[in-house]
């Protein structure tokens, strides 16, 4: 059983294109993880949303989460090669985490 | 950097061997966990730990074991290797932060299993 979905599983861009990662999900969060993962590495956390409808920024990023606290989306401004990786959206239920499938993103110079 | 260390970092066993992979952290987080990552499947929780000797089954839990006798090491056992273990192996804690639960991971075992 997948609990969040994320879409689209593979995305590659030119360099200096916007793009948009979704990750939905039936169930309601307390709050949602988003992940960045590079080959070889351990999955690094880039933010986390706790409130219906919040919108953070980290630079170029820019994430919000829906206002039922079910999905979550990843906006990136004028991509650029270095964001290049696996995306992770991620929420907890009780003490244990569950992961999206992923988005591997490939920014094209 | 959460201080999470894991050994070792990449293994080749043969089908049938035990292998147990270690996971070291140096904050004295209570909350240990252990994933495996597979393509098209993300990361799924194998089993977690929320104490010294406490642990608990996650989604895949069958055919792995795990002990944590300190609160800095978490292990996984796979008592008899089969080639569908074959997976990268991730390492996490969880601390309660300013914005929520979150999770830190380990740099990763790569486990072949021939």
């Known amino acids: 059983t997948q609990l969040l979905e994320q879409s689209p599983q593979f995305l590659s861009i030119q360099e200096g294109e916007n793009l948009t990662v979704y990750c939905n999900s039936s169930s309601v969060f307390s709050s949602l993880q988003w992940y960045r993962q590079e080959p070889g590495e351990g999955p690094v956390l880039l933010v986390t949303v706790v409130t219906g409808g919040e919108v953070k920024k980290l630079k170029r990023l820019t994430f919000q989460f829906g206002d039922a606290r079910k999905d979550s989306s990843l906006h990136i401004t004028a991509a650029q090669p270095g964001d290049t990786g696996l995306y992770l959206c991620?929420?907890?239920?009780?003490?244990?985490?569950?992961f999206g499938t992923g988005t591997s993103l490939t920014v094209i110079p | 950097d959460a201080g999470i260390t894991q050994s070792p970092r990449h293994k080749v066993t043969e089908t049938g061997t035990p292998v147990t992979l270690r996971c070291h952290q140096t904050e004295n987080h209570r909350y240990m966990y252990w994933y495996r990552q597979d393509p098209g499947h993300g990361l799924r929780l194998i089993h977690y730990?929320?104490?010294?000797?406490?642990?608990d089954k996650g989604e895949v839990s069958d055919g792995y074991s795990v002990s944590r006798s300190k609160t800095e090491d978490f292990l996984l056992t796979l008592e008899s290797a089969t080639s569908s273990q074959t997976s990268v192996y991730f390492c996490?804690?969880?601390?309660?932060?300013?914005?929520?639960?979150?999770?830190?991971f380990g740099p990763g075992t790569r486990l072949t299993v021939l």
């Open positions: 730990s929320y104490g010294v000797k406490d642990t």
């Open positions: 991620a929420g907890p239920t009780g003490n244990q985490f569950y």
């Open positions: 996490a804690i969880s601390e309660m932060a300013s914005g929520g639960l979150t999770q830190y």
